[in-house]
């Protein structure tokens, strides 16, 4: 195996007299639901930027179909919502953190309903979606199939209305800056104003996952680990980065965009089948379609490798046609683009990229282990979601999270001495850099193509060192210079995290949730732990899980 190139701290030249300063109470990094969320838990009485590198509308957060899991149904209880997170984690959630979660859940979702969400309602009750691992019907949704869009409509707007809080869209964050072992802002760039060094009281990291690392994901493009491979850089301790989620139901039609079909579609009653028809999901689990995303995505990769197809299909032909219509408008729309008829054809699918399960450490009110940095959402490793995640948690997490952070993160400083903000002496020199111009599209697809190829649903040893013999390989070279824009910035930063998560990968030797070792087909009591990382750390080490962690009150 190649030795590991560690990359530079800063990724660009920067100095307190060559870059314009700006200075806020509290810098949230990110403009999904996380994000805006904890901006809006800040005290009134603090300043607020929100820096996002798209606008507001473009977020992972925009895309979700599914809804927020919760308990708001009389005969649910949360000890079953508690129970089915704990199963789909498969032995690595922390039971406090889950606990404390779905216990809020209820809070979150009446917090959005009063600031003008609408979600979807029968008989005047909010209706309620079953979905893969759940025992019971209890996600809320909105739009029929668009959470995501009218949760962020409703978040977005009250945003807006408060003049403590700033907005900064299309800037993008470079790196966290610190000093004496604490964060104390970023620096971020936008095409207007070059680089700015941001300094902040404290600062909130919520800029989502990293599933564009694969040539199939259901996530925005923008979505390539940036704030992963911030917190590395800056020295933050990362884990469970080997567990990727695959999403199994991703639209596969030759020239169209991955478009996630909603594990909710399964929940109303749609069968897998393949090529010839045959529904096969019963054969794996007695779940059958409804099991967890994990099983469902590894079952449908056997079977396309059993039929020698490039797919399986969805069929929901036995279910009424105007209920399939009026329950997924959004998804029917995007099936006819195609020519398809989402009540009555067999919709291609496989599975791509979705949902990033690790990430940068945080306790129980989101503060990581680097003093002054707080993270909420896809970020983080929280506890909550453990080997896999249960679907629609991940709303419900960004809600939780964000509200938590934020709250913290604002007591932190009204409970301090003033601060006067003095700039402390941070500074990194130009590199010279005279080897020419690289191809950094080509770079970025074939990355991209690896991690499908050798670090996807299903791994083996031989091909996680081989991919990680190349992505050392393209590090050596890509990571020491300095590029002036985005494109060479999130290359460093794929880079980093996929080797995160190859290296981690190759670490945890047995098959559990999302990560699946062909050649380590067993899930392991002696594996009931974090592979937990911090840049600069001689390797990897085993946390141990918590058990009875601490809630805060």
Not at 13 to 25: E, I, L, N, S, Y
Not at 373 to 388: D, M, Q, R
Not at 516 to 522: C, M, N, S
Not at 524 to 546: F, I, K, Q
């Amino acid at each position: 195996m190649t030795k590991v190139f560690d990359g530079p701290r800063y990724l660009v030249a920067f100095g307190p007299k060559r870059v314009q300063h700006c200075f806020t109470d509290v810098l949230v990094l990110g403009g999904g639901v996380a994000g805006l969320r904890a901006a809006l838990a800040v005290d009134p009485s603090l300043s607020v930027t929100v820096v996002t590198k798209d606008d507001l509308l473009t977020s992972s957060s925009q895309w979700a179909q599914g809804g927020i899991a919760g308990v708001v149904d009389p005969e649910d209880r949360f000890d079953n919502h508690v129970a089915d997170t704990l199963v789909a984690g498969v032995g690595l959630c922390h039971d406090g953190v889950v606990d404390s979660v779905v216990r809020e859940a209820p809070q979150r979702i009446a917090e959005l309903i009063s600031w003008g969400t609408k979600f979807d309602e029968r008989d005047g009750l909010l209706e309620l979606g079953r979905e893969g691992g759940h025992s019971h019907h209890r996600i809320v949704h909105a739009l029929g199939d668009a959470t995501g869009r009218e949760v962020m409509r409703a978040i977005i707007e009250r945003v807006q209305g408060l003049d403590h809080i700033a907005m900064w869209p299309g800037t993008f964050s470079i790196d966290l800056l610190t000093h004496e072992g604490s964060c104390r802002g970023a620096l971020v760039w936008n095409g207007a104003h070059g680089k700015t060094l941001v300094w902040a009281r404290r600062t909130i990291l919520a800029t989502g996952g990293a599933g564009q690392l694969y040539r199939e994901s259901t996530n925005p493009e923008g979505a390539v680990g940036d704030g992963m491979a911030l917190a590395w850089r800056a020295g933050c301790e990362l884990r469970d980065m080997e567990f990727m989620q695959f999403h199994p139901t991703v639209l596969y039609i030759a020239g169209g965009s991955r478009s996630l079909i909603t594990e909710a579609v399964r929940g109303a009653g749609a069968w897998l089948v393949d090529r010839d028809g045959h529904r096969f999901m019963p054969d794996f689990d007695p779940r059958a379609e409804l099991a967890p995303r994990d099983v469902v995505s590894r079952a449908i990769t056997v079977v396309m490798a059993r039929t020698h197809h490039s797919n399986v299909y969805l069929d929901l032909s036995h279910l009424d046609a105007a209920g399939v219509l009026a329950r997924f408008p959004g998804m029917a729309q995007i099936c006819a683009k195609f020519g398809l008829d989402l009540a009555r054809d067999r919709i291609p699918v496989r599975p791509g990229a979705h949902y990033m399960v690790g990430g940068a450490v945080v306790d129980a009110i989101g503060r990581t282990t680097l003093p002054g940095l707080f993270a909420a959402g896809e970020v983080t490793s929280s506890g909550l979601h453990g080997a896999n995640r249960l679907a629609s948690n991940s709303l419900l997490e960004g809600l939780v999270y964000g509200a938590r952070a934020g709250s913290a993160a604002s007591a932190d400083i009204l409970a301090g001495p003033p601060d006067d903000f003095r700039v402390p002496p941070l500074a990194n020199p130009r590199v010279a850099d005279t080897r020419g111009a690289l191809d950094l599209a080509d770079i970025r697809n074939s990355l991209r193509s690896l991690m499908w190829r050798h670090v996807g649903v299903e791994r083996i040893g031989d091909s996680l060192s081989e991919a990680l013999d190349t992505v050392e390989g393209w590090c050596r070279y890509v990571l020491p210079r300095q590029f002036s824009d985005p494109a060479g910035w999130q290359l460093q930063n794929m880079l980093e995290v996929s080797r995160l998560i190859i290296r981690s990968a190759l670490e945890r030797e047995e098959t559990r949730g999302v990560h699946v070792r062909r050649d380590h087909p067993a899930t392991l009591d002696d594996w009931l732990c974090h592979v937990a990382w911090r840049r600069g750390a001689a390797g990897p080490w085993r946390e141990p899980l918590p058990r009875g962690s601490a809630v805060p009150a």
